[in-house]
Each structure stands twice: as C-alpha cells, then as structure tokens.
T-cell receptor
C-alpha cells in the first residue's frame, strides 16, 4: 500500500535551535518528493521538490535530503525563527500527475521564544 | 504575478444545502486541482482539471463535482451537504517543469456545515 509517514507528529523547540523532521514512504513508482509548509488556516507553500536522482536540496534555512534506497527523506531547519511555526507536510508523487499524490499527515512545529 | 485566489474564504452552510467554491489559477496555468483537508483525514485529492477537461478524480462521492472554464478558472460544487464535509478546501494550479509539475496552492475556503 502506498503510504507516507511523518515523524514526529508534533515538535516544540526554542527559537534559534535546529530541528529535523522525518518522512518515510512506501510509494512506487516514485516520481518526486515535496516538502510543504502550511501556516494555520492557509494553503501549503512549497519548500523543496526532489526527483529520484537528487539527494539534497536547500531553500534558505531549509534543507531536504532524500535517500531513494531506504525511501526516507528529512527536512532540516537551521536557526529556527518564530515564523517557522507551522505544519510541515511531506508529499510523494507516483507520476507527474496531481492524482497520483500521497500526502503525509504532517509534523506540527512550534517555535518558542 | 498574482497567486492562486479562492472565493469565498469562509462559508457556513447547513446540512442538505449545496455550495459552490471558486478558484482562479495563476495566469498561464492550465491545470487546476482541488483538495479537501480535515484534521482527521489530512489532505485528500478531489479532482484535477486541464483545459476544461477532468483529467483525474479522487475517491469522493458523486456529490462532489467540478468544472473548468475556458479562462482556466475552476469551480467546485458539493450538493446535499453533510456534517463531514466541513473542511478546508484547497485549490492548486500547476505548471509543467519538465521532470515534474510544480503546484501552487491558494489560501483555501473554510467550509463549515451545521
């Protein structure tokens, strides 16, 4: 069964600290993996998109890694800021089509001052 | 470029009513997808439209329908509303980047069914 599992479910860290969010998937055939940030009550915003051949991609303080062999991805946030408080959703696409899309349940990140 | 816009942003309906939500994609984007997001089920795919044709459909009952106009604007309709239809409905427009389609989400319409 195609699944995307994220951990932890929620995380609280102090402002300025680093953190790493995990995403494990059992999706085949794999097309690409995306990390989205979603503020409460808003639409998701794309952070990174990685295809099979990419194993790391950065977007400012966000760095995503992908291990296609172990089917694991991580999102590392450095020097966290209060504005990083949001849900982070891992999404895997089977094909380049919106319908073949599997969403993780997200990690709720809270940054404390 | 303006982003994806959705109207209305908030909506309250009662059981049995029907509702129509609207989505305007980013200029030049021809693909529009709709998603339902609830605390219990997370994000779920509803359907995708491309050049006025439904290209893909998720596992939702026939009460959920949609359409796309020649200007790529899309509408989603839900008939005979149920309490469980309360959710954030997200629309996304996408553009082909070669290896993948890049999606841009709108702010969503928060539907509450009483």
């Amino acid at each position: 069964k195609n699944q995307v599992e994220q951990s932890p479910q929620s995380l609280i860290i102090l402002e300025g600290k680093n953190c790493t969010l995990q995403c494990n998937y059992t999706v085949s055939p794999f097309s690409n993996l995306r990390w989205y940030k979603q503020d409460t009550g808003r639409g998701p915003v794309s952070l990174t998109i990685m295809t099979f051949s990419e194993n790391t991609k950065s977007n400012g303080r966000y760095t995503a890694t992908l291990d296609a062999d172990t089917k694991q991805s991580s999102l590392h946030i450095t020097a966290s800021q209060l504005s990083d408080s949001a849900s982070y959703i891992c999404v895997v696409l089977l094909q380049s089509s919106a319908s073949k899309i599997i969403f993780g349940s997200g990690t709720r990140l809270s940054i404390r001052p | 470029k303006a982003g994806v816009t959705q109207t209305p942003r908030y909506l309250i309906k009662t059981r049995g009513q029907q509702v129509t939500l609207s989505c305007s994609p980013i200029s030049g984007h021809r693909s529009v997808s709709w998603y339902q997001q609830t605390p219990g089920q997370g994000l779920q795919f509803l359907f995708e439209y491309f050049s006025e044709t439904q290209r893909n459909k998720g596992n939702f009952p026939g009460r959920f329908s949609g359409r796309q106009f020649s200007n790529s604007r899309s509408e989603m309709n839900v008939s005979t509303l149920e309490l469980g239809d309360s959710a954030l409905y997200l629309c996304a427009s996408s553009v082909d980047r070669g290896d993948y389609n890049e999606q841009f989400f709108g702010p969503g319409t928060r539907l509450t069914v009483l």
